[in-house]
């Protein structure tokens, strides 16, 4: 089901199956997007990278992410563009920034443990009865129950990450730090650029990424760099150089030596072994 109006805001439900699964690929500029896997097994490929879903599981994707196939039983999904409903301006409302959306590298799966499917269950039932009516609320009633969903998720990644062991102040530097990353991956590769947006020093930034992850901020970094390097040699026609070009480096031969030391491979066998396997 969808609700759209003359402004441009397009929010979308579906309960999902075999019959419908195409529309999971329809994906416009904006769109941000959550699935909710209510069958035992998912299998989702995304940027050539499989991940498997178990039942309650909820993946969370944004417009820059390709999803190449899935295999599902059944499953939920929400789909919303930003004229409808902004998390970046709305940030204050649900936390959701830099966390379940434009994380800078991973996918985030959240999983609704029994105690807590109910409370799903419910706000996907007052969902999608509101968006098949029609009056003057119906709009703030649907950003009211997405935020709500939203809200809930933020709690489960909050709790399985170990952001819970910092006070909000630090929680959000973290989640800033991540949205400016996604911002900026391409052109400032060096933790000192964003650690001065933030007003930390690096070495505080490094202890504070210590108190919750294994991974420094450099390493995520990195990874954005990566992930975009990988989806334009699986995706696009643009040549190494292009590419290296497109993530801020002048020298083709700086960004090989960086992109080997990741992959264990350099972007031309990269491509050259993508190639063979389609």
């Known amino acids: 089901m969808i609700f759209t109006n003359n402004s441009h805001e397009i929010l979308q439900l579906y309960n999902l199956d075999q019959s419908n ?3 999971i690929f ?8 959550f699935i909710w896997n209510t069958s035992e097994h998912m299998d989702i490929t995304i940027d050539k990278v499989r991940y ?9 994707l944004t417009e820059f992410h390709k999803i190449d196939c899935i295999e599902f039983e059944t499953a939920r999904m929400v789909r919303f563009n930003q004229p409808f409903y902004c998390i970046i301006n709305h940030d204050n409302e649900v936390g959701s920034k830099g966390l379940l959306f434009f994380g800078a590298s991973d996918i985030p799966i ?13 706000s996907w039932e007052i969902f999608y009865s509101e968006i098949s009516k029609t009056d003057i ?3 703030d009633m649907l950003q009211s129950l997405l935020k709500r969903m939203l809200i809930l998720s933020v709690r ?10 910092l006070e909000k102040v630090q929680s959000d530097v973290i ?3 991540n949205y400016l990353v996604e911002s900026h991956f391409a052109e400032h590769h060096d933790v000192a650029f964003y650690a001065s947006k933030l007003n930390k020093s690096p070495k505080t930034l490094s202890n504070l990424f210590a108190l919750v992850s294994e991974r420094p901020p450099l390493n995520i970094i990195h990874d954005r760099i990566m992930m975009h390097a990988r989806r334009q040699i699986n995706y696009s026609s643009l040549s190494i150089k292009e590419i290296a070009y497109e993530l801020g480096y002048d020298n083709i031969q700086t960004f090989s ?6 992959e264990g491979v350099s972007p031309v066998h990269y491509r050259k072994k993508v190639t063979e396997l389609a």
């Open 110 to 122: 959240v999983t609704i443990d029994e105690n807590m499917v109910r409370e799903f269950e419910i």
């Open 257 to 262: 030596r960086f992109f080997k030391s990741k």
């Open 156 to 165: 489960i990644l909050r709790q399985s990450n170990n952001f819970y062991k």
């Open 21 to 23: 699964s195409n529309v």
């Open 26 to 33: 329809d994906i416009k500029k904006t769109d941000l997007t």
């Open 137 to 139: 609320l119906q709009q």
């Open 52 to 60: 498997q879903l178990q039942k309650n599981q909820m993946i969370f």
């Open 175 to 177: 989640r800033e730090f």
